[in-house]
């Protein structure tokens, strides 16, 4: 069981969370509808207009369309005994380039330095603990986006099981590597 402990800030109207998980530091920030999203494949969350569906707060276990392909994530019950092991890789390196802040699935600020990851299946957020079987390291992630998808260009892509940020692959170690072979676990959290 994991401890969580932090606070809600509130400013101008937007709502910041700063928790922590053991030696892990989130920060969640809602982004205003008007970003754009992170993951633009994305097509209808729970058969609405993606920002529809998240304005609503629909997002959570919704399915959802990517390029004609419906996923069903599994419930909050089924998820919390989700554990895999296969290939990892990270994203969000676009979006250091780009004007403006981008959202993820689940409404959230995208931000590429910070501890958060995509998965295809899982409910949104949720927690899960991140290990790279090529070197032992291990961290713990925030799960608020979707992905990731066969891309145009590598179809192979989507065979992934979890996309992480990229603070999340570089204290994992494998930035340089692009990918790494992880073992990825829900995990239960307990309020300080």
Do not use: C
């Amino acid at each position: 069981m994991w401890v969580v402990s932090g606070a809600y800030e509130l400013t101008k109207g937007a709502t910041r969370l700063v928790y922590h998980i053991g030696k892990f530091t989130f920060e969640v920030v809602q982004a205003p509808l008007e970003y754009p999203l992170i993951r633009d494949d994305i097509q209808t969350i729970d058969g609405l207009p993606v920002k529809e569906a998240i304005r609503l707060g629909r997002v959570k276990a919704a399915p959802y369309t990517v390029k004609g392909q419906r996923y069903v994530p599994m419930n909050m019950a089924n998820a919390q005994t989700y554990e895999e092991t296969g290939l990892a890789s990270w994203y969000g390196e676009e979006t250091r380039r780009l004007p403006g802040g981008h959202m993820t699935a689940n409404g959230e600020l995208f931000n590429p330095s910070g501890l958060t990851a995509a998965h295809k299946y899982l409910p949104l957020p949720i927690h899960v603990q991140v290990t790279n079987l090529e070197n032992g390291k291990s961290i713990v992630v925030r799960v608020n986006d979707r992905g990731p998808f066969p891309s145009d260009h590598n179809p192979d892509s989507g065979t992934r099981i979890i996309d992480l940020s990229r603070g999340a692959a570089e204290q994992l170690g494998f930035v340089e590597q692009g990918t790494a072979r992880v073992h990825v676990e829900v995990i239960s959290l307990e309020e300080a």
